[in-house]
């Protein structure tokens, strides 16, 4: 099959290596970025197509109609889009003959939109999917192509998520693509009905609330670890990084939260809502005292 590649994630580089080693997987044209201000975990796709001397076409991020006529020149079977960020035109999802392969790590048709995996780590969830769908003008609307479920364990974090979700994406990847291209991929309608949303994340979904439980504050900052930026705290009117916690044990109920009640190391231990948490890893050039507030 003639394939368009269109991505700038980490998650994208890694589908299109894996692509490259499918016999039935043509490339022929890949679109993607040079640079980003929104995707935390960008990584442009040139070098790649570069070495691999496939054609690409460098976005703006608001040229459709550029790409979409740079794109007609290729005669495309179908397209895979992972880790866009941004709603393609419907004239560019018309234009391969069998339509655009999309990914969204939910179990679609819950939890369309924004920061899935963000998301699914805070909310403290313990299940998640890997998705690929065909793309349709309402985002992560469009009809199922394979789903894999996949559990959210205690001690997962940003990075470890990332990486396992990655990993069970690229085996669907390849019967996804065999599957497509001998014509026996079934796609199965999305029960609209179901259907479920998340915003965007802003910067104040990321600043720890001393007053949060510690569980809360936890999810929080492993849900925004590496390759994302990280959860934050206000201290002397800067934002401080905290990159990992842990939870402690109790503390006397006649505390306020944001009270430092100990300090060891590197690391301090704060009172919140229902008792108290280990800051251990986080960019606070001088340790707080012991007794002060957050």
Not at 195 to 220: E, H, Q
Not at 242 to 253: D, I, N, P, Q, S
């Amino acid at each position: 099959m003639r394939i368009a590649f269109i991505g700038c994630v980490e998650f994208s580089h890694a589908a299109l290596e894996h692509l490259l080693s499918i016999p039935k997987a043509e490339i022929v044209a890949v679109v993607t970025r040079e640079s980003s201000d929104f995707n935390a975990d960008f990584r442009s796709l040139r070098p790649l197509a570069e070495a691999n001397r496939i054609p690409y076409f460098l976005s703006t991020g608001d040229d459709d109609a550029s790409m979409l006529e740079w794109l007609s020149g290729f005669k495309l079977d179908v397209g895979y889009c992972f880790g866009w960020s941004k709603l393609l035109s419907s004239a560019v999802l018309a234009l391969p003959r069998h339509g655009i392969v999309g990914f969204h790590p939910t179990e679609l048709p819950m939890n369309r939109g924004r920061h899935p995996l963000i998301w699914a780590l805070a909310l403290g969830l313990r299940e998640t999917a890997s998705t690929f769908f065909f793309m349709a003008d309402a985002p992560d609307s469009g009809p199922i192509l394979s789903q894999v479920k996949l559990p959210i364990h205690d001690d997962d974090d940003a990075r470890s998520l990332y990486s396992r979700v990655t990993d069970t994406a690229l085996k669907q990847l390849t019967e996804l693509t065999r599957g497509l291209s001998d014509g026996t991929l079934v796609a199965v309608p999305q029960d609209q009905m179901r259907a479920s949303y998340w915003r965007r994340r802003t910067a104040v979904d990321g600043r720890i609330d001393w007053r949060m439980s510690g569980r809360s504050i936890r999810n929080l900052v492993r849900a925004l670890a590496s390759p994302y930026p990280g959860a934050t705290f206000l201290h002397c009117g800067a934002e401080v990084i905290v990159r990992k916690v842990a939870l402690a044990g109790g503390a006397a109920e006649n505390l306020e939260p944001g009270k430092v009640l100990s300090v060891e190391g590197n690391t301090f231990t704060v009172r919140v809502g229902d008792g108290a948490i280990r800051i251990l890893d986080h960019d606070l050039a001088d340790l707080p005292a012991v007794g002060s507030y957050l």
